[in-house]
Each structure stands twice: as structure tokens, then as C-alpha cells.
């Protein structure tokens, strides 16, 4: 099966599992805000979905690696990188009052005009910081 075939299919997942959120619990797939629930005192029937849910999104890789034709491969950057990645991103998150998952697929699929900035931030440090580390810096060290 052709890569973008892939792309298209695992948007589409993601796509079917914001509405089918949104539809059963009337709740946004904002990642990070399903992860702080987590972390925070929720109601218990509250905690089993967001549970479920950032179980799915961490074992997901894991099942995939074992089906033919796609390949999921290994970190191409030491911890040290990965970890200040993550920092960046959280507080990229906490700064925009939501995650890409939150603004980027809901946010914007509701028209939400704060999404749409957000999405447009996010997107263009995106782009700028892998023409930096890429052309610029030449990569980064394992």
C-alpha cells in the first residue's frame, strides 16, 4: 500500500475518533487537555475514557510495527533532543491554551477562529524549525 494511502487512512482515524468523542461524550480530542484530566481529580466515569483513550494513542505504534508493508521506526535523535522537544511542545501548549489535536482537528473543524490562528502559529514554527535544524544546523546528533 502506497505511504500516502497510509497518511490518508490514519487521518481519517483520527478524524472519526474526534466526532465519535465528541458525539458519545460530548468531549474535544484535545490531547492535552485529556491528559491533564488524567492528572487532575476527575470523576471516575470521567477517567476511564481519557484512560482508554491515551492507551490507545500510546500502544498504537506499538501493534503497527508488527503489520505488514508499514514501517514505524526508531527515533532518529537521542533522549536529550526528544526530551527538550517534549518541554517545547508542552509549553507551546500551555502558551496556545490547547494542542495540535485540539485546535488543529477540532478547533478547526468548528470554525473556531482561535483555532485557526493557533493552527497557523504552530504550523509555521513547524515548518520554520525543521528548515532550521535540517538546511541550517544540517541535523541533529543522535
Do not use: E
Not at 482515524?13 to 476527575?42: E, K, N, Q
Not at 537521542?78 to 502558551?95: I, N
Amino acid at each position: 500500500m502506497h505511504p500516502w494511502l497510509f497518511a490518508a487512512l490514519g487521518g481519517g482515524l483520527i478524524g472519526l475518533s474526534a466526532v465519535l468523542l465528541m458525539g458519545t461524550l460530548g468531549r474535544i480530542a484535545g490531547i492535552s487537555g485529556i491528559a491533564a484530566g488524567l492528572l487532575s481529580r476527575t470523576l471516575a466515569g470521567d477517567r476511564a475514557w481519557r484512560v482508554c483513550f491515551v492507551f490507545g494513542l500510546a500502544t498504537a505504534p506499538v501493534f503497527l510495527r508488527w503489520w505488514p508493508d508499514i514501517h514505524v521506526g526508531v527515533p532518529q535523535v537521542g533522549w536529550p533532543w526528544m526530551v527538550a522537544a517534549g518541554l517545547l511542545v508542552g509549553v507551546g501548549t500551555k502558551l496556545g491554551s490547547g494542542c495540535t489535536s485540539g485546535h488543529g482537528v477540532c478547533g478547526m473543524a468548528r470554525l473556531s477562529s482561535r483555532s485557526m490562528l493557533a493552527t497557523v502559529v504552530f504550523m509555521s514554527v513547524a515548518i520554520a524549525t525543521v528548515y532550521v535544524v535540517r538546511h541550517v544546523l544540517g541535523g541533529l546528533p543522535a
